[in-house]
C-alpha cells in the first residue's frame, strides 16, 4: 500500500511530461504535413541528401553531359546492322 505514495505522484510527473510533449510538438508545427514524408520515401531522390555546393557542382556535370556528344553512339550502331548481336 504504502508504493502507491510512490506510484500515484510518479505517473502524475509522466502524464503532465507526456501532455507537455504534445502540446510543444503542436506549438512547433510538427503535425503539419504528415503525409509528405510517406509520399517522399517512395522517390529516390538523392538531391536533399547533398549540400548546396554539391547539388551545383552536380547540375553542372549533368549539364556538361547532356551537351556532349557521345562518341561510341556512331561505333555501336554499325555492328547491329550487319546481324552481329
Not at 555546393?53 to 555492328?79: L, V
Amino acid at each position: 500500500m504504502s508504493i502507491l505514495y510512490l506510484l500515484i505522484p510518479l505517473s502524475l510527473i509522466l502524464l503532465s511530461l507526456a501532455v507537455w510533449a504534445f502540446f510543444w510538438a503542436v506549438k512547433n508545427d510538427q503535425f503539419d504535413d504528415l503525409e509528405g514524408p510517406a509520399h517522399r520515401i517512395l522517390f529516390d531522390d538523392d538531391e536533399n541528401d547533398l549540400s548546396p555546393s554539391a547539388r551545383q557542382r552536380r547540375a553542372q556535370g549533368n549539364a556538361k553531359r547532356t551537351t556532349q556528344p557521345d562518341e561510341h553512339d556512331d561505333e555501336g550502331s554499325n555492328d547491329r546492322e550487319d546481324g552481329a548481336r
